[in-house]
């Protein structure tokens, strides 16, 4: 890595990523549609927001309620019954399952939990971890009593 000082004085770090050519021309899409004034800006905006949102689940405590949403490629090796296994290994909290086939490639499970928010959070962890999860994305809120009127 190579350290840069930008214009206001603060050090900036040069990096170097592997992207898929696909993701990269979406990417570039959202930028201009948005309107960046670089690629590095996007990228930073989307890192902040990466970080901002794993503070906030790890932050998250008690019993919650909500869903757990996995995209998958179902061609990655044995994805789908890692994907399963994780399912089992967190029964106690699963109150259901959906599974969508999204097209040819890719499905989308969305399971329904109710539990400890540190169980729930060490779940999508693994389901992110899971080499073909392509998206985890976790929407929980306080169960019913705690809703205000």
């Known amino acids: 890595m190579v350290t840069v000082m930008a214009e206001n004085d603060r050090s900036m770090e040069r990096i170097s990523i592997s992207i898929p050519a696909k993701l990269l021309k979406e ?8 309107g960046y004034a670089s690629r590095s800006e996007a990228i930073r905006d989307a ?5 901002t949102k794993y503070k906030w689940l790890q932050s998250m405590e008690g ?3 909500g869903s757990v949403s996995v995209i998958y490629d179902h061609n990655s090796p044995d994805v789908m ?9 967190f029964s106690d ?3 259901a399952t959906l599974h969508i086939h999204l097209d040819k490639d ?5 399971i329904l ?3 400890d928010a540190k169980k729930i959070r060490e779940m999508a962890n693994k389901l992110s ?3 073909g999860v392509k998206l985890v994305r976790v929407s929980v809120m306080s169960p019913g009593g705690n809703v205000p009127e």
């Open 47 to 51: 890192i902040r927001d990466y970080i």
């Open 113 to 115: 939990v109710k539990g």
């Open 81 to 89: 019954g890692k994907v399963i296994d994780i399912q089992h290994e």
């Open 106 to 110: 890719h499905c989308l499970e969305t």
């Open 63 to 65: 019993e919650r309620a």
């Open 129 to 131: 971890a899971t080499k």
């Open 27 to 34: 990417f570039d899409e959202v930028i201009s549609e948005k």
């Open 93 to 95: 909290i699963i109150v």
